[in-house]
């Protein structure tokens, strides 16, 4: 999740919270001293030059590649919810 979130989550805020005439090279010092915290604790975020070795994981078992095996694990883990819509089913 981390790798997902950050730095996103920074930009998110940066936007959300900033005036509207932003500064780039100045969110981008505020950004570096962010990511040194974010290293200090721990945190697996996704950097600018490309993820670590240890994030792309391809080829680890179990992990699906295709868009059937994906399909394939989503049904699996949503095999036992209950439909409470009164429509038509979404799949046939």
């Given amino acids: ?6 730095p996103r989550l920074a930009a998110f805020a940066e936007t959300v919270w900033s005036p509207a ?3 780039l090279p100045d969110f981008r010092e505020r ?5 040194r915290r974010l290293d200090a604790i721990g945190v697996e975020y996704r950097r600018a ?3 670590l070795p240890w994030q792309t994981r391809p080829g ?3 992990r699906p590649e295709t868009p ?4 394939a694990k989503l049904d699996a883990w949503t095999s036992n919810l209950r439909q409470i819509s009164t429509g038509p089913p979404l799949r046939q």
Avoid: I
């Avoid at 999740?1 to 950050?6: G, I, K, L, Q, R």
């Avoid at 950004?31 to 990511?35: G, T, V």
């Avoid at 059937?68 to 399909?71: I, N, P």
């Fill in 1 to 6: 999740m981390d790798y997902m979130a950050f």
């Fill in 21 to 23: 005439g932003r500064d």
């Fill in 31 to 35: 950004l570096a001293a962010h990511l």
């Fill in 49 to 51: 030059e490309g993820p």
């Fill in 60 to 62: 680890v078992p179990g």
């Fill in 68 to 71: 059937e095996q994906w399909q």
